[in-house]
């Protein structure tokens, strides 16, 4: 089974600021099968990101998708309001699929 | 547009058997998708409990395995979770979530969720 670790834990920022999310993956991962999801409160998770870089449909290009292998990284490029929310990994091999344990974005 | 409806008990004794079906609108069942369950216990991260394809072909979360049953009623256009023997450890918000293969298995559509608690 692989393992995603998502750092950091909670990321405080400001509206307008850079956010830098960090999965790694316990063994490579292709990178076709890794997906960010932003979640709030009281609602389902939202895809962002599918195959490490390709933005969802609806989704604004402030966030990117990068990495392979083990190591990936969500980019927010300039906070929104609208973005404070907790973010997953999920990557699916062997038809096993897991998700990381998320990342917090909250308001500085 | 493709949309997916949890329904099923809230409240589930435990040793019993948790069922929720999903019902899928806007979409053939039959079209190239993996149809999958995952759960978020309060607080807490996310799941991934399995996944049905449309000729029934499965595939489980290893350390849910022995309890967890999907199927599938393409007549209906539903799928349905059965997870047996549950305990307090098993509540949680029940999430049924479309795996789109040309997107390499991500989930783009989602349920609401439906709540379901293991209590006496």
């Known amino acids: 089974e692989i393992v995603l670790t998502q750092s950091p834990g909670t990321l405080s920022l400001s509206p307008g600021e850079r956010a830098t999310l960090s999965c790694r993956a316990s063994?490579?991962?292709?990178?076709?099968?890794l997906a960010w999801y932003q979640q709030k409160p009281g609602q389902a998770p939202r895809l962002l990101i599918f195959g490490a870089s390709s933005r969802a449909t609806g989704i604004p290009d402030r966030f990117s998708g990068s990495g392979s292998g083990t190591d990936f990284t969500l980019t927010i490029s300039r906070l929104e309001p609208e973005d404070f929310a907790v973010y997953y990994c999920q990557q699916y091999g062997s038809s096993l699929l897991t998700f990381g344990p998320g990342t917090k974005v909250d308001i500085k | 547009q493709v949309q997916l409806q949890e329904s099923g008990p809230g409240l589930v004794k435990p040793s019993g058997t948790l069922s929720l079906t999903c019902a899928v609108s806007?979409?053939?069942?039959?079209?190239?998708?993996?149809w999958s369950w995952v759960r978020q216990s309060p607080g807490k991260g996310l799941e991934w409990i399995g996944e049905i394809y449309h000729s029934g072909t499965t595939n489980y979360n290893p350390s849910l395995k022995s309890r967890v049953t999907i199927s599938v009623d393409k007549s209906k256009n539903n799928f349905s979770l059965k997870l047996s023997s549950v305990t307090a450890a098993d509540t949680a918000v029940y999430y049924c979530t479309r795996g789109v293969i040309a997107m390499f298995y991500a989930f783009d559509t989602w349920g609401q969720g439906t709540m379901v608690t293991v209590s006496s």
């Open positions: 806007g979409a053939s069942f039959t079209s190239s998708n993996w």
């Open positions: 063994q490579s991962v292709s990178s076709s099968f």
